[in-house]
């Protein structure tokens, strides 16, 4: 199935995170391609973090979770906090029932608990503007350059 032809999970910018509200069936290539979406808004924006709202998921097995494990391990390498958020009990029970490795993820009772925990996980700082959504590589480049005269040259390119 081509990207085109599947549903796709929506990402929206809230308060320095993308946020992800899933209420769409999950398959295989609906997570697919919401790991191409999301990796690439993140590539394109300076969000801070990644909250996925799962309250519209009714069932989940232990391949959908790991298969959301890798993904949130795949956005903290590119540095950002993540929070699973808006489980639904039964969800939980099954995922606990099938021993899923559930400690080493963030999570929040709802979208508020979420920002809230996003804040005491990395603080917004206001000096900087977020990156709108399309984004020209020179606009990207002067704000990395901006960056770069605030901190200390650390530059461990090999010349």
Known sequence: MEGGDVQRIPLQLSQGC??????????????YQFRK???????????????????GVEIMDLEDFEA????????TIMGVETILTGFQPGVVSALVDLNA???SINAAL???????????????KHDIDL????????????????DESTEPDLDFSQE
């Open 131 to 146: 990156l709108p959504e399309k984004s020209s590589q020179a606009e990207i480049n002067d704000l990395n350059e901006l």
């Open 18 to 31: 993308l946020v992800a509200s899933i209420q769409i069936e999950l398959t295989e290539e609906v997570i």
């Open 68 to 75: 959301f494990q890798r993904i949130l391990s795949m956005a």
């Open 110 to 124: 709802d979208l508020d608990d979420a920002l809230q925990l996003m804040n005491t996980l990395r603080p917004l």
């Open 37 to 55: 979406d999301l990796l690439e808004r993140l590539h394109t924006t300076r969000a801070r973090g990644v909250i996925i709202d799962l309250s």
């Open 101 to 103: 490795e559930i400690d």
